[in-house]
């Protein structure tokens, strides 16, 4: 066993934007820190929609408007919800953007550039295989094959599919029926040029961000969605993955997960924007679809804090989904407990657990707990499936009709009454989506 | 012993697209990493060194962000690495470089000590010329010898194997040498993190531009080198699922092979035409 | 290397993945025992991996590949036998993404 002459006071493990931030405040706080990735260099294993809002950034990294790569500012969302044969489609345009596209790998690079800038101990290429601990369970240091690296504190920053807590006994093994996670599979198709912009009537610069409920997802909780990137479209899925599984016990489920993504790709209403495209790279991420039920019983023990999508701090709504500024902002929050804690004589669990506090505080555990209705929605298979036929089968009703247009009433019963649901337990349910939303 | 590990970084050109409408190759975005047959005679010299002492150089002549791969080989274990970095070395042929990496190896000789053996791999993913070696030797005036599997220093001399198809030939080389090593005849150790971190607190690392070589312009680079590359033609590529399978038995092994052939169609075709009745 | 394809046609998994830069290590990192496999009754694996790992043989068993996998944690959150022995690849290996 090799045990490394180095001592660190901060070793991060995982170099997404959580670990990153968590690496670069702490450095800026004076520390000595290790960050160790598992990928080639930063941001290589990463993968997600395509869309990040900005405010909490500015925070966290400062410059990031100017610097990071970017792509395009979002000016327009699209919902659309797709039937057999049929779509409708909701857009909103809007002229101040909150949030941008990038590629998650480039971004990533970005921000593990700055932590380096800062002093920060960037190593790449290193699998980390678990948290080493003392006889009274006190996180020390890390381990990878046969060597030991030593910190006064370890930040786990591994991301949804968190391995060493599960290792280290901390949350119970993933398991899908259980947890509340997601699998997201994506295409990434490259377009000719200047097509994105006269195909989706973008000026130069701007974005889109369009999901799709209905039939894509068969049924299973979850939905698709549409990205725009300088000279690519991200095109991808985000089922359930407990209902997924329940869906192939069920034989509704017949085709992979890939078809799904495919079945949008090929779509006769959306295949038409990414004509002569090409596919320049396919993948799939875990995600988390519920981040309170997700959270370990603490986010910070005798040695070791916890961030980012491990402490299951991604915010799901459903229609959009923030996980890079959330995760970001909790590294840094991290890295401020991890001063005070140092202030107040140590890292043990009692001081580090400022950052929990610091946590329930903040603006991302009071979005986790306002939207924590979201929850049901997810898990409710109804939504997906006869809500989005009734919803199509209205505008169906009120506009598909050769002689006689019936009243918006008559089109909204008469599709209610095909799509099998009672009306009264019905309008309830919506009430209860449209609240939650 | 000091070896030096000449390690060439290389597009993966497992990634590289071709373009038939444009005749071009796509490889945007496509990382290099460290030639493959390469990491295996990084792992050969460091066989070497950890059971006789001394040290591995890994040397290689390659545009800035061949850093990274130096990084992934003294991540592996070697000692130091050395980049070899000017414009004036770009488009190199293989005689080029091999000029190069041999002054190189005699300015190691000279500022930090003598140097007993270079070790390179069989041949590169980008090319398969596998000249480097031989070239390399003919420059020193070293012996060569390729294909090798097993090294073994006995009386300040090489007790060589190599391996081939049909026999093992055992040679005694003179020090110091030149050897390529047998590609597959070991699997590269893992990326270790206490070597990453030495790589990364230490930066056993040094830079020569030609600078430092001081060699003749009409030597090296584009220059330097007599090869034209005439046409490169693309094979297209039938997509393959590998499948690992651990049989039981040999007979359980066959077994597997033959279903798993029935199963795909033009495969099972084929068989059936071969062995006709029998089927 | 593969050819660049602008058609609008399904895509097999493998011409999905041969989009994709791998660095696939010589060992594998997910170790399945497919005798387990044996008494799974609805294997979801088969659909459920994205990169199309798992297959079935022509009769019923489960074929294990590693090498296109991205390395996404699915199948070892949905195996209801504890059949699959699951971690990283080691020194940067596996799938390199770029453009996500
Ligand atoms: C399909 C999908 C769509 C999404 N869409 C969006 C979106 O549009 N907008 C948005 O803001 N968020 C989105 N997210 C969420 C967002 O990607 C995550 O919330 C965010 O990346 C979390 O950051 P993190 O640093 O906590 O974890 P990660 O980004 O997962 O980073 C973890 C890092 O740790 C490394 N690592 C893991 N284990 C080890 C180990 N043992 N040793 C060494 N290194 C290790 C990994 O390689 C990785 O680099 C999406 C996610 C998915 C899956
Ligand atoms: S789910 Fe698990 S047990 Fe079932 S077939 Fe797949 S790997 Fe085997
Ligand atoms: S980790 Fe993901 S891609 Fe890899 S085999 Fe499992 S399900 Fe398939």
Redesign the interface.
């Known amino acids: 066993m090799g045990s490394i002459p180095t001592r660190f006071d901060v070793i991060v493990v995982g170099a997404g934007p959580a670990g990153a931030a968590a690496a670069y405040h702490a450095a800026k706080r004076g520390f000595k820190v290790l960050l160790v990735e598992r990928g080639r260099g930063a941001g290589s294993k990463e993968l997600y929609g395509g869309r990040i809002y900005v405010g909490p950034l500015r925070d966290v990294w400062p410059g990031i408007e100017k610097e990071a790569p970017i792509h395009r500012w979002v000016v327009e969302e699209r919902l659309s919800i797709i039937g057999d044969g049929e779509v409708a489609t909701l857009s909103y345009r809007y002229s101040n953007p909150v949030s941008f596209t990038a590629y998650l790998p480039d971004l990533t690079r970005w921000m593990v550039s700055k932590a380096e800038e800062e002093g920060v101990v960037f190593v790449d290429e290193v699998r980390v295989d678990s948290l080493v601990r003392d006889g009274e369970g006190r996180v020390i240091g890390i381990r990878s094959g046969p060597d030991v690296a030593y910190a006064s504190v370890v930040v786990d920053a591994e991301g949804a599919n968190r391995l060493l807590l599960e290792r280290a006994g901390i949350v119970d093994a993933l398991d899908a029926k259980r947890a509340p996670i997601a699998l997201g599979v994506k295409e990434v198709l490259k377009l000719p040029k200047g097509a994105i912009e006269d195909r989706l009537g973008l000026s130069d610069g701007e974005g889109l961000s369009w999901l799709i409920a209905g039939t894509v997802t068969k049924g299973i909780p979850g939905g698709g969605f549409i990205y725009t990137f300088k000279d690519t479209i991200a095109v991808g899925v985000v089922v359930h993955l407990g209902h997924s599984v329940n869906a192939v016990e069920a034989g509704v489920l017949k085709e992979s997960v890939k078809d799904l993504v495919e079945s949008i790709r090929l779509h006769p209403y959306f295949k038409r924007l990414w004509r002569d495209s090409d596919i320049v790279e396919y993948g799939a991420h875990l995600t988390v679809e519920c981040g309170l039920d997700y959270m370990p019983p603490h986010l910070a023990y005798d040695g070791l804090v916890i961030v980012g999508d491990a402490a299951g701090l991604l915010l799901n709504l459903g229609y959009t989904v923030r996980g890079v500024d959330l995760a970001s902002y909790s590294g840094m929050l991290a890295a401020e407990a991890i001063a005070k804690a140092h202030d107040l004589g140590g890292m043990n669990a009692e001081n580090l657990r400022v950052y929990e506090n610091m946590v329930k505080e903040s603006f991302i555990y009071k979005e986790l707990v306002r939207h924590r209705g979201i929850c049901w929605l997810t898990k409710e298979r109804r939504f997906f499936t006869s809500y989005a036929n009734i919803l199509l089968g209205i505008l169906s009703n009120l506009y598909v009709q050769e002689f006689k247009h019936p009243t918006v009433f008559e089109a909204v019963k008469a599709s209610i009454r095909s799509g099998g649901e009672a009306l009264l337990p019905l309008i309830g349910r919506i009430l209860k989506v449209v609240r939650e939303l | 012993m000091r070896v030096v590990v000449g390690i060439k970084w290389v597009p993966n050109t497992q990634a590289v697209r071709f373009d038939p409408r444009t005749g071009t190759l796509l490889r945007e975005g496509v990382p290099s990493i460290v030639n493959p047959h390469d990491l295996v005679a990084v792992e050969f010299a460091l066989e070497l060194r950890d059971k006789y002492g001394g040290e591995v150089i890994a040397i290689t002549m390659a545009p800035p962000s061949a850093l990274k791969g130096l990084e992934h080989v003294i991540g592996m274990g070697v000692d130091r690495g050395i980049l070899i970095t000017d414009r004036v070395f770009a488009g190199a042929d293989t005689l080029a470089t091999s000029y190069v990496i041999a002054h190189a190896i005699r300015k190691i000789e000279r500022e930090i000590g003598h140097v007993d053996l270079a070790v390179f791999g069989q041949e590169t993913i980008d090319s398969s010329t596998a000249h480097i070696g031989a070239q390399t030797a003919s420059w020193l005036g070293w012996p060569y010898l390729y294909y090798v599997t097993k090294a073994e220093p006995v009386d300040g001399k090489l007790i060589v194997e190599r391996t081939l198809e049909d026999r093992v030939e055992v040679y005694e080389l003179e020090l110091p040498a030149v050897v390529a090593v047998a590609m597959r005849s070991r699997k590269p150790r893992p990326v270790r993190l206490a070597n990453k971190i030495r790589a990364k607190l230490e930066k056993p690392l040094i830079i020569w531009s030609n600078k430092e070589l001081g060699l003749d312009p009409r030597c090296v680079g584009l220059r330097g080198s007599p090869t034209v590359v005439a046409k490169i033609t693309f094979t297209p590529e039938v997509p393959r699922k590998k499948k690992i399978y651990r049989p039981r038995s040999g007979d359980d092994a066959a077994h597997w092979i033959l279903k798993s052939l029935l199963a795909d169609e033009k495969a099972s075709k084929i068989l059936r035409r071969i062995l006709g009745g029998e089927m | 290397?593969?050819?660049?394809?602008?058609s609008?046609?399904?895509?097999?998994?493998?011409?999905?993945?041969?989009?994709?830069?791998?660095?696939v290590d010589?060992?594998?990192h997910i170790i399945v025992d497919t005798e387990k496999c044996l008494k799974c009754r609805?294997k979801?694996c088969?659909?459920?991996?994205?990169?199309?790992c798992y297959?079935l043989?022509?009769?019923g068993e489960i074929?294990?590949?590693?090498?296109g996998c991205?390395?996404?944690?699915?199948c070892?959150?949905?195996c209801p036998m504890d059949a699959i022995t699951?971690?990283?690849?080691?020194?940067?290996?596996?799938?390199?993404?770029?453009?996500?």
């Open positions: 290397m593969s050819i660049s394809d602008k609008e046609r399904a895509l097999s998994i493998d011409e999905l993945l041969q989009r994709n830069v791998y660095d010589d060992e594998p609805v979801p088969t659909l459920l991996c994205p990169a199309g297959t043989s022509p009769d074929l294990f590949s590693y090498e991205v390395e996404c944690g699915t070892r959150s949905i699951w971690n990283y690849p080691r020194s940067g290996r596996g799938i390199y993404y770029r453009f996500t």
